[in-house]
RNA sequence: GGUUCCGUGGCCGAGUGGCUAGGCUGAGCUCUGCAAAAGCUCCUACAGCGGUUCGAAUCCGCUCGGAACCUCCA
């Protein structure tokens, strides 16, 4: 029995709004779009918690034992400003702010986009397609619709006609977002150059670039660049088919930008495009999602230095990745000063357990206690079953917790090894190991234990070991106190060894 | 205005009809030369008001409060 089948995972469809037994189109095969960073800005905390869950979900399918293709793309093309725009998108306004070529600019906060990823861990995506590396396709669908009769140019510009896919489609414009059409045309507001719009529930599928617009691509239509929603459409289908598995990104997204690409494609295509929708919830500050409009966003550079004014303290990579890994994904989770602190602690336990149990080996003399065993052995399936329950990363951290405390016990020698039979043992390590490494992506932080500062400390634990056997406890105390001091804490175990932890 | 979601103990945050969430903080105990770490114990909540039910934090209704989307946004 492979694991997919001994805990099969069931998470909740966006699209049904309900929680469903996850069926690949191909078993033992997953494929997941989701929508990336548009890169004409340094990425903020905000934008990070989404590309975290998924990546979490996609370690949790490869850990499953699936073969898992995901494709996130890079936005380098930029959103339109404004539906009214004047043919300006905002790589370009960023470019002209800064004199720098657009390229220069995509570049530039594509490399922010990928060291951000590195320090938290966040494993790089099978593909990552650009919109910019995507042109032709996007004309091309564009060309498709229009001989289907589902867009329509004006002057230069094409627009997807959102009324007429309606009546085809059993009115199902609105499905993922849980919209009427018709309420939308009640709240939508007028815009002054949206005249060129039929109706103005459509949306761009192409713009006219005017002049002053520096990124401009050749087409049917003349020069001009692509809408929003089309990229996402074109390269997901290119590299997942025209109907996939999962499709993900941040809840901002629902409607327009994720219910466009459902239109998209099931008019080009004639089927709907993804089988299983995934939506993560927002970081919040004092409530109010992060966002850089809002001003209450900030950069992970800023949260590791602590240099924020909303910030007490620099905090670690990991820490806010476990910070973050306490909550649901479709939950808001509220930023603040206090969780991170707390986080910071939790982490630290969990992480000490990881370094005892890495090194940790069933030996010893003693028969096996079954009723042990079989607790430990039930513990540590409950890690399966959480994340297997809509990739419930709290409920697992929960128990991994738990697990870290058997961890401890055996390290004090308040439960012995040989107690445990060799295979709940094994199943236990790998376990706890694999949650929070290859799961949870959750690793130890030892840059500080370099080999040149770990054989000082040495030096200066063995010349204190010396002085407690010679009941020279002031010298002792004076070691371990100014050690303390600039942050080395030594810990006397009770076998006479010792043990450091750097802050 | 329309659509949707949320309101859990000192703080953060899981949980959807009966069974201990967990972390952090605080108090105590054990271990220890003293610490630190660790283990154990305690502090037992579900916005308010009604209703359904043998039984509700969990379902229904109303009230109050907060948020997201409807415009670029992870």
Known sequence: MTLDQKYPLHFTNSLSGK???????????????????????????????????????????????YKVRYVRNITDVGHLVNDA???????????????????????????????VMRVFNILPPSIEPSATG???????????????????????????????????????????????IDELMESGRELDSQSEKRDKRDFALWKKALPAHIMRWPSPWGDGFP???????????????????????????????????????????????????????MLTVNGQKMSKSLGNSFLPSELFTGNHPLLEKGYTPMTVRFFMLQSHYSSTLDFSNEALNAAEKGYKKLSAALTIIKQADPTGTGAPDAELSSGLHHLAE????????????????????????????????????????????????????????????????????????????????????????????????????DLKAIGV???????????????
């Open 134 to 180: 995507h042109i032709i396709e996007q004309i091309n669908i564009t060309n498709k619709l229009i001989e289907l009769g589902l867009a329509y140019e004006v002057n230069g510009s094409v627009y997807f006609d959102v009324k007429k896919y309606n009546q085809q489609n059993n009115n199902s414009y609105g499905i993922l977002s849980g919209r009427n």
């Open 489 to 503: 804490q030594l810990k006397d175990n009770k076998d006479g060894s010792i043990d450091y932890t750097v802050e």
């Open 227 to 281: 809408g929003w929603h089309i990229e996402c459409t074109v390269m997901s289908t290119k590299y997942l088919g025209e109907t996939f598995d999962i499709h993900g990104g941040g809840l901002d997204l629902k409607f327009p930008h994720h219910e466009c690409e459902i239109a998209q494609a099931t008019g080009a295509n004639g089927k709907s495009p993804v089988n299983y929708w995934i939506h993560s919830n």
């Open 19 to 65: 929680k469903e037994k996850f069926e690949p189109i191909h078993p033992g095969f997953v494929g997941m779009y989701v929508c990336g960073p548009t890169v004409y800005n340094f990425v903020h905390l905000g934008n990070t918690r989404t590309f975290l869950t998924f990546d979490t979900v996609s370690r949790y399918f490869r850990f499953l034992g």
């Open 85 to 115: 725009d004047e043919g300006e998108d905002k790589i370009a306004k960023k470019a002209r702010m800064e004199q720098l070529e657009p390229m220069e600019v995509v570049k530039q906060y594509t490399e922010d986009f990928h060291s």
């Open 382 to 481: 409950q890690c399966y079953q959480n994340m297997s329950d809509d990739f419930n990363t709290a409920k697992t951290l929960a128990v991994l917790f738990e697990m870290a405390s058997r961890i401890n016990d055996i390290k004090s020698g308040n439960l012995v090894v040989s107690r445990i039979d060799k295979e709940t043992f094994d199943f236990f390590k790998k376990t706890y190991v694999g949650f929070m490494e290859d799961v949870l992506g959750l690793r130890e932080e030892t840059s500080h234990n370099h080999e040149l500062l770990d054989g000082t400390i040495q030096v200066l634990i063995e010349l204190r070991k010396k002085a407690k056997t010679d009941k020279n406890f002031a010298l002792s105390d004076k070691i371990r106190d």
